[in-house]
């Protein structure tokens, strides 16, 4: 069985100075998720925003919350409420979304975007 902590541990020590670890979460539960967390997580990204509704849910602001998957403009407005940063805007139409849903709730939104 995987050690999450000793995992986390390892790779945190193994990383140079200024530079953040996103642990992806993707079919895990929020009880690992939270273990990896008390072992020095600080970001979490998840890549649909269903899955990471109900992560949030149980988990909250102990961490940061990264959207790095594909985002779809049907799901810009419950994504903006979760997420801290959005890494994968892709079009000008779902940046225009992002701000429009932003605005309400006074949010800005930090985004990377996606160049081809």
Not at 23 to 37: D, G, H, M, S, V
Not at 57 to 76: D, E, F, P, S, T
């Amino acid at each position: 069985m995987v050690n999450i902590t000793e995992n986390v541990l390892h790779l945190l020590r193994e990383l140079p100075p200024g530079v953040q670890l996103v642990a992806a979460t993707k079919t895990r539960t929020p009880e690992e998720i939270t273990q990896a967390l008390h072992a020095g997580i600080k970001t979490v990204g998840e890549n649909y925003v269903q899955e990471a509704e109900q992560h949030y849910n149980a988990i909250g602001v102990m961490a940061r919350w990264h959207c790095i998957g594909h985002l779809q403009i049907n799901k810009v407005k419950k994504a903006v409420a979760i997420f801290d940063m959005i890494e994968t805007v892709d079009s000008l139409e779902l940046a225009q979304e992002i701000d429009k849903r932003c605005q309400p709730i006074s949010k800005i939104m930090p985004v990377l975007i996606e160049v081809k």
